[in-house]
């Protein structure tokens, strides 16, 4: 349910499942390694500069960290904003990754009209449009990179290589008088330790880009869970059509019916809106008793999925109440019929488990005399393996088979 009304009833979330399959990972793996990236160098950082300040003395020590500050600050001012460009990265393979799920989706409709160039200008525009972003992220890692390595490697080197002179030219305070060989010991001795240092420093800011990455990703699964909240408390955020924008309508979409059990199905001036915000109807009242049989027609766009997509709870009710059976007592055919994957007997009692179906008391006997009551018996015998047969249903069987196995699992649900 939230998937649909992410995907149906809400603009703010493009390509939910690739945030769901892969940002998430993304996102988890990134925060995992940060860990192990930072939690060494700063405790290295901490060890060595703590010796060297003994060695050293602590005015130079400042001095230099002074100055790494100041380095670093300008770094941080001129690093691309990487969070961004990782969010953005993401998106455009989101978009990517959906073009060929709709190219799956809709394969036999574009061979019958011959739109194969058509879907592969599609496909194209948004490969080029990724592959571009892409190297642009790459070009500005590489000079950033450059002056990263610069920065890290040689301005902080030749500092700290002068705070570890500074002992063998000058006398530190509070030293006790050293010979020249002392010196040069403790010459190398302090540039082994800087060179530690400096290595779990250059670590820590080589993770600062990590970070911004993470950030990226962050905000992606962020944006995510703060919608599915939305969602769940019956917020949503859509690009209305211009009716919507009429005092009357605005005032529609601002209210909120309420949804109530009962043995009947009946709606008392309900507004059948659809998710972009069109009014259909501005009120509907209508009643159906058990025994009652009731057609609804009507032009295309008039509104006639839309009501039982509000009864079935898949669009929110603006107004008035709706009142409807508990979930086991009402059952829905969708114009298209879902087929699960599974056998040829979970193909009747979907939702349901065979364990489910033994405890009503319904065996294969029956459910061959429901597939007789909407004429497709045949299809049992056909494939091999029986009941137990496992298959590409909705690539084997016709549409005209997939409706009558919807149909028939009505039989099998019987609802009151």
Known sequence: MTFYALGNLDDRIKNADQLITVDVSKFSNSLAELYSNIAKPMLDMCIYNWQLSRNVGGEGLFAMALLVQVSANVMRVLTPPFGRYVADEARLEGEFRFSHSRLIDNSEEIALYSGHEAEKTTLDKGYFTLIKHVNY????????????????????????????????????????????????????????????????????????????????????????????????????????????????????????????????????????????????????????????????????????????????????????????????????????????????????????????????????????????????GHIVDMQGGGWEAEREWREVWSSGIQQRVGMARLFYHRPR
């Open 137 to 376: 992220i790459l070009r500005r890692r590489l000079y950033h990179g450059m002056m990263e390595d610069f920065v890290i490697k040689y301005f902080w080197g030749a500092l700290g290589l002068i705070l570890c002179s500074m002992p063998v030219f000058f006398k530190i305070p509070g030293a006790t008088a050293v010979t020249l060989g002392d010196r040069s010991e403790g010459f190398v001795t302090n540039r082994r330790l800087l060179l530690s240092s400096s290595d779990a420093f250059g670590r820590v800011m080589f993770s600062y880009k990590e970070i911004t990455e993470l950030a990226g990703y962050t905000s992606r699964v962020a944006s995510l869970l703060d919608v599915i909240e939305d969602i769940h408390c019956g917020h949503f955020e859509k690009k209305l059509v211009s009716s919507a924008s009429t005092e009357a309508n605005a005032s529609i979409l601002s209210g909120r019916g309420k949804i109530t059990e009962s043995s009947d199905i009946e709606f008392i001036s309900v507004p059948i809106v659809s998710p972009n915000g069109d009014v259909l109807v501005r009120s509907l009242t209508f009643s159906v008793k058990p025994g009652q049989h009731l057609l609804i027609v009507g032009p295309n766009g008039c509104g006639k999925s839309s009501l039982f997509r509000i009864m079935g709870g898949l669009w929110p009710v603006y107004g008035g109440e709706v009142r409807k059976p508990p979930p086991e007592e009402i059952f829905y055919i969708p114009q298209r019929p879902y087929i699960s994957r599974g056998s040829l007997r979970q193909q009747i009692i979907y939702p349901e488990s065979r364990m489910e179906m033994s405890r009503r008391g319904v065996t294969d006997d029956d459910l061959m005399q429901i597939m007789r009551t909407v004429d497709i």
